[in-house]
Structure formats: structure tokens, C-alpha cells
């Protein structure tokens, strides 16, 4: 969803007299950058791929991102949410900003106040800088239930233990998230997760096989784990191939006692009504 809703906060006097019920308002993203800088990633033999905004500031680099994965960050959707979009343009480079009123705003708001102006940020940048048309429809897809596996739950609560020193290393000044990925294509990737919530885990399993995850689990804990797994599905790895590392399907059976089970459901899709491949300075 695009927008959530804020409840509105006021002192109500103590009268005898019946006081009207308050209802929350949706908040409304306003600002948008004053400088962009856009360039095509220069040819290389391997990329690093990442993007963020600065804590609490209008400040916003993106290294080696697809298209995609702009619409992504832009409207809070998985690539498979993404429809229409037929030329991808190889990689971009892009960094952005807003001037000092408005770091002075998004330090005064929530988590979800921020994001949500984040994401007009960048909506904003898609209309001007790629002349983005584009609008929500929602249609009947294949899901998946996340339940409890046969043999049990086999995740930890969380105890809080802290992060490693090599995980403060990368994330340097910035927040380190619930549940985050390392690793490669060749010896496989990690999930790590600190705390992490079955509503981390839900979305996390969504972009990864390309469908909406629900939690039928139950479960209302916080959980520590590493997950290690190679590929989402055996499906995805040639016939001849006997890598022993798990696919995430198996491995969140056999490391966190979880199952993903086919279901029908509905989900929003962005469709891509007009885009263009911008100038770039």
C-alpha cells in the first residue's frame, strides 16, 4: 500500500459531555528532490547493487540499479508486481537530493511518515526525470501459506544478541535491518536476521519466488536465525547440477521448520502505462 494511515493525537478534555470519536487520517507525502543526478553504469565485469536514503534525510544514492529495481523502491513492489515494462536499458547510477527544509521535515517524522515520502520522492523522480505513467490494478494470482512444518518449528527467539562485527562494518552509519542477505551465486547466500518478525520473513519470501506470502503460522515472536540456501527452487537449477547447498524452499524446512504451501489469492499490480529511457547529467 501506498499510503497508511497516522493516528491524529490531541488531548480531549474530561466533560460529562459525549466527546466525538477521532478518526485517523491518511498521511500525504509531499516533497520531492531539488537536484538529481542520473548516469548509465559504466561497463564491468562485476557490480555491486545498492540503494538507500540517508536516515531521516532527503539524500538518496542508488548504485547499479535496473530499472526495476527503481519501480521497486519507488512503489514498494516485487519485480513480478511490475507489468508492461518491455525495455530495461541496462543499469543507472543515480543520486538525489532535497534542500535543508526538507531534511528538517523528514527528521520530524515516524518511520512510516518517512518512507512514504521516500517513496514520493522517487515517484516523483520516474513522472520528471523518465516520464513514468503508470496506475494499480488488482487481479486473481497463485500465492503461497506460510505454516508450521510437520516436524516442528526449529527457529530460535530471539535472545538479543548484537550484531557482529562484520555486519557494523558494512552497514557503517546506517540501521541495520531485521533481516538482511549476504553472499554469492557461487557458494550460496545467507538471510541473517536480528529480531526478526514472521511479517520480515513473509516479505522477504515474496521476492524471492515472485508471489505473495500470507503467514498462516500463528506465531507472534521475534526470531534470530542464519539461513543458508542456493537458488529459490530446485526448478531453477539444471538437471546435472549437484551443488549440495540447499534451495530456499527446502532450507526453510529443514533450518527454520517453516513450509510454503500453493494457494489463490489477489494482489496489486503496477501497470507501466508509459516510460522513456531519460538524458542523462
Request: negative net charge; charged residues 25%; contains cysteine.
Amino acid at each position: 500500500m501506498l499510503l497508511v494511515c497516522v493516528a491524529a493525537s490531541a488531548a480531549i478534555a474530561q466533560t460529562n459531555e459525549p466527546q466525538p470519536t477521532q478518526t485517523s487520517q491518511p498521511y500525504v507525502p509531499t516533497l520531492t528532490f531539488d537536484v538529481a543526478s542520473i548516469r548509465q553504469s559504466p561497463m564491468a565485469n562485476s557490480y555491486a547493487v545498492r540503494g538507500f536514503f540517508e536516515n531521516h534525510s532527503s539524500s538518496m544514492r542508488m548504485d547499479n540499479f535496473q530499472i526495476e529495481n527503481i519501480l521497486s523502491m519507488a512503489y514498494g513492489v516485487r519485480w513480478d508486481q511490475i507489468v508492461g515494462l518491455k525495455d530495461r536499458w541496462g543499469m543507472f547510477n543515480i543520486q538525489a537530493k532535497a534542500d535543508g527544509a526538507a531534511d528538517q521535515k523528514l527528521a520530524q517524522l515516524n518511520k512510516d511518515q518517512e518512507e512514504l515520502e521516500h517513496r514520493h520522492m522517487l515517484q516523483q523522480l520516474l513522472a520528471d526525470r523518465f516520464k513514468l505513467q503508470a496506475h494499480w490494478e488488482t487481479r486473481e494470482t497463485s500465492t503461497y501459506d506460510l505454516v508450521i512444518g510437520k516436524k516442528g518449528l526449529k527457529m530460535q527467539e530471539s535472545k538479543g544478541e548484537p550484531p557482529s562485527a562484520a555486519e557494523l562494518a558494512s552497514w557503517g552509519s546506517r540501521p541495520i535491518p531485521p533481516l538482511h542477505q549476504r553472499g554469492d551465486s557461487r557458494y550460496g547466500f545467507d538471510f541473517i536476521a536480528h529480531a526478526c518478525s514472521m511479517d520480515d520473513i513473509t516479505k522477504m519470501l515474496s521476492v524471492q519466488f515472485g508471489r505473495p506470502v500470507a503467514d498462516k503460522t500463528g506465531l507472534k515472536g521475534k526470531y534470530d536465525f542464519i539461513l543458508h540456501y542456493l537458488d529459490a527452487r530446485i526448478t531453477d537449477r539444471d538437471a546435472d547440477d549437484l551443488n549440495p547447498t540447499p534451495t530456499l524452499d527446502q532450507a526453510i524446512q529443514d533450518q527454520l521448520g517453516l513450509k510454503l504451501e500453493s494457494a489463490k489469492g489477489q494482489d496489486r499490480f503496477l501497470l507501466i502505462d508509459h516510460i522513456e529511457k531519460p538524458t542523462e547529467n
